[in-house]
Nanobody, 115 residues
Framework: QVQLVESGGGLVQAGGSLRLACAVS????????LRWYRQAPGKQRESVAS???????DYVDSVKGRFTISRDNAVNTVYLQMNSLAPEDTAVYYC?????????WGQGTQVTVSS
């Protein structure tokens, strides 16, 4: 079992920054892939960024150069640094962990970007 708890969401003006954090209930050394997803109203959930156990990262094109995913193994936390935020980044952001052939999800944190 893996529990994930996101934090750091909020309301920010366009051009601003936020850092999301996802606290994981077990050692993330054992997590194959950690991911951030988002779901905007009326849209499907989309993958935003991922980081593997060896530190390899991947991003959806729309956030490349603006978002950075990172992990701190010492505190079992994965982060999403979001810069140059735009209204289209408004969504509920979810953390996910791929572990033992399952994907675990957090409850989500709301990010709202005002124009």
């Amino acid at each position: 079992q893996v529990q994930l708890v996101e934090s750091g969401g909020g309301l920010v003006q366009a051009g601003g920054s936020l850092r999301l954090a996802c606290a994981v209930s077990r050692s993330i050394f054992s997590i194959n892939v950690l991911r951030w997803y988002r779901q905007a109203p009326g849209k499907q959930r989309e993958s935003v960024a991922s980081i593997t156990s060896d530190g390899s990262t991947d991003y959806v094109d729309s956030v490349k150069g603006r978002f950075t995913i990172s992990r701190d193994n010492a505190v079992n936390t994965v982060y999403l640094q979001m810069n140059s935020l735009a209204p289209e980044d408004t969504a509920v952001y979810y953390c996910a962990a791929d572990f033992s052939l399952r994907r675990y999800w957090g409850q989500g944190t709301q990010v709202t970007v005002s124009s």
